[in-house]
C-alpha cells in the first residue's frame, strides 16, 4: 500500500503559502481556506492564484461547514464543477452519515463529479466506527489517499491505528497528520508510512502568517532522511 517515496504534503491557504512550501521542498499542498473550522472549499480566485504561484500538485477540500456531514451537496458538485473549470486536478474531501460511517452517497455524488481525477479522503475517518473497515471501503471507492491521525485527538492518540494502517498492503496511500510531531516521525517511519501532512507545524508564528520555507524545509530533512 505505501509508496517507497516519502511525500510531505503542506496545508495552504493562498499563494504566499504555496510559494513558502515549494520553496521548502514541500511535494503537494493541500489547498483550504477558513482553519478556524478546520478547513473549508477555497474560492476560485484563490485557487488560480495558488496555481499561478507553484507548480506543485496541489489537492483542493470539497468542505462546505465544519462537521463531517455533507452540508449543501448540490452546492459542493457545482463548487467542484467550478474549481476543475478553474484548473483543479486533484482535491480532498470525506462525509460521514448520522451512524458516523461513510456517507457513501454523498461520497459518490463528488466523485462522479470529479470523473476520475485523484483524492484523499480526509480525516472524517477518525471519527468513524471501525477506521479499518471504512479504509476497506475507501479502497473500493477509488481514492488514492486516505488522510488520517488515527484518532479524533490527533497522532499521539492515534498510533496503534496508524500503525495496522500501514501495515495493509494494497490500498489507498496513507497520509498522517493532524497534530503531527517531528519526534513521531521516526517511529512511524519505521511503520512502513511515507506520507506526511502537516499545517501548524510550518508556520512558526501561527495560522496568521505564512507558510515558512525554512521550517518545510526541517521537516522535508526528517521525512526524506
Not at 475507501?138 to 486516505?146: E, I, M, N, Q, R
Amino acid at each position: 500500500m505505501s509508496s517507497k517515496t516519502p511525500l510531505l504534503e503542506v496545508i495552504a491557504l493562498d499563494a504566499a503559502d504555496a510559494e513558502g512550501a515549494q520553496a521548502g521542498g514541500a511535494d503537494r499542498l493541500e489547498l483550504v481556506t477558513d482553519m478556524a473550522q478546520d478547513g473549508l472549499t477555497p474560492s476560485v480566485r484563490t485557487l488560480r492564484d495558488v496555481l499561478s504561484a507553484t507548480d506543485l500538485p496541489v489537492r483542493v477540500m470539497l468542505r462546505d461547514n465544519g462537521s463531517f456531514a455533507v452540508g449543501d451537496l448540490e452546492g459542493l458538485r457545482a463548487d467542484t464543477a467550478r474549481l476543475i473549470d478553474a484548473g483543479a486536478r486533484e482535491f480532498v474531501f470525506g462525509f460521514l452519515d448520522i451512524d458516523s460511517e461513510i456517507d457513501l452517497d454523498a461520497c459518490e455524488a463528488l466523485i462522479k463529479e470529479i470523473d476520475g481525477l485523484p483524492w484523499t479522503f480526509h480525516r472524517a475517518i477518525d471519527r468513524t466506527r471501525d477506521p479499518l473497515r471504512a479504509y476497506d471501503q475507501l479502497a473500493a471507492l477509488g481514492c488514492d489517499t486516505v488522510l488520517a491521525a488515527g484518532h479524533p485527538d490527533g497522532v499521539a492518540s492515534g498510533l496503534s491505528v496508524l500503525q495496522r494502517l500501514a501495515r495493509r498492503e494494497q490500498g489507498p496511500e496513507l497520509l498522517v497528520g493532524g497534530g503531527l510531531r517531528a519526534q513521531q516521525v521516526h517511529l512511524l517511519r519505521a511503520g512502513g508510512v511515507r506520507g506526511f501532512h502537516v499545517g501548524g507545524a510550518v508556520r512558526p508564528g501561527g495560522w496568521q502568517t505564512p507558510v515558512s520555507a525554512e521550517s518545510v524545509r526541517t521537516w522535508v530533512d526528517l521525512v526524506k532522511s
